[in-house]
C-alpha cells in the first residue's frame, strides 16, 4: 500500500465503513434529508430566478441583519436552502448533497439538521454583532453589511464539514476547510465569510463539548465494578439453614 493510499486510509477510513454499507443496502433511501435538501433548494433557486417569485423568496427565506430579530429567526431555516445568486447553483447543489448526505448517514437525520441549523443560525447572529462591534473592531462589520443577505446553504455545509472532519478522524480535512475559509475572508473581506467562520466556530465549541461528555461517559462505565455472574452471586449470597 503507498503512502498516499495509506494516509487516505487513516484519514477517511472511519467515514467509509460507516457510510458504505447503508448506501449499498438502501442506495438513495439512505438519505432521504438530503435529497429532500437539494430538491428544496432547486425548487427556491427557480423560484427566486423568476420576476414573479422573487420577492416571494425574499419575503420567505432572506435573512439580513437589518431585520428584526423575530422575523430573521423565523426566516432562518428556510433561508439554509436559499442559495445565492451569484454562485453557481449546481455547487451548491453537489455540497448539499455530498456534505448532508454523510452527515445524515454518520448522525443520523435529527442531528444533522440541528447541526445544520445552528451553523446557519451562528451566521445570522453574527453578524448582528458585527455590526454593533463596528469597522474598527477585528470582530466588528461596516454598517452596509446590514443589509446584505445572509450566506445560504454554505455555512451550514462548511459546519457539517468540519463537525464530521473532527467527530470521525479526518483532521486535516477538517483543518483544510477551515484554512480555506480564513483565506476567503483575507482575500475576499465579506459577510459570508465572516458567517462561514462564525460558523466553524460553534461546531468547534460543539466538537468540544462532545468529546468532553463521551470522555465522562466512558470514564462512568469503566469506574463501575463489573457485575458478579450468577455463579459468584450464589457464592457470595448466604444460602438457607435447614
Known amino acids: ?27 438513495w433511501r439512505a438519505v432521504p434529508l ?8 432547486a425548487v427556491l433557486h427557480i423560484v427566486h430566478s ?23 429567526l423565523l426566516r432562518t431555516p428556510l433561508s439554509l436552502f436559499v442559495p445565492a445568486l451569484d454562485l453557481p447553483v449546481w455547487g451548491a447543489l453537489a455540497q448539499i448533497l455530498f456534505v448532508f448526505g454523510i452527515a445524515e448517514i454518520c448522525l443520523g437525520r435529527w442531528r444533522t439538521l440541528a447541526l445544520a441549523y ?30 446584505v443577505v445572509d450566506t445560504g446553504p454554505s455555512a451550514a455545509v462548511v459546519g457539517l464539514a468540519v463537525f464530521l472532519g473532527l467527530r470521525y478522524g479526518a483532521r486535516v480535512t477538517a483543518g483544510a476547510v477551515i484554512a480555506a475559509m480564513v483565506a476567503e475572508v483575507l482575500v475576499k473581506e465579506n459577510l459570508a465569510g465572516r458567517e462561514h467562520l462564525a460558523a466553524i466556530a460553534v461546531m468547534l465549541l460543539l ?12 470514564r462512568s462505565a469503566t469506574a463501575l465494578p463489573p457485575r458478579p455472574s450468577g455463579a459468584e452471586h450464589q457464592r457470595r449470597s448466604p444460602g438457607r439453614q435447614r
Open 34 to 41: 438530503a435529497l429532500t435538501a437539494i430538491c428544496l433548494t
Open 207 to 218: 466538537c468540544g463539548i462532545s468529546a468532553i461528555r463521551r470522555r465522562s461517559e466512558k
Open 50 to 72: 423568476q420576476s414573479w417569485g422573487y420577492g416571494f423568496v425574499q419575503d420567505v427565506g432572506a435573512v439580513r441583519a437589518a431585520d428584526p430579530l423575530w422575523l430573521a
Open 118 to 147: 445552528a451553523a446557519t443560525l451562528a451566521g445570522t447572529l453574527y453578524a448582528r454583532v458585527g455590526i454593533w462591534l463596528g469597522p474598527d473592531n477585528p470582530f466588528g462589520l461596516h454598517a452596509s453589511d446590514a443589509h
Open 1 to 27: 500500500m503507498t503512502r498516499i493510499a495509506r494516509w487516505a486510509r487513516a484519514e477517511w477510513g472511519r467515514l467509509y465503513v460507516t457510510v458504505r454499507e447503508p448506501l449499498l443496502r438502501r442506495r
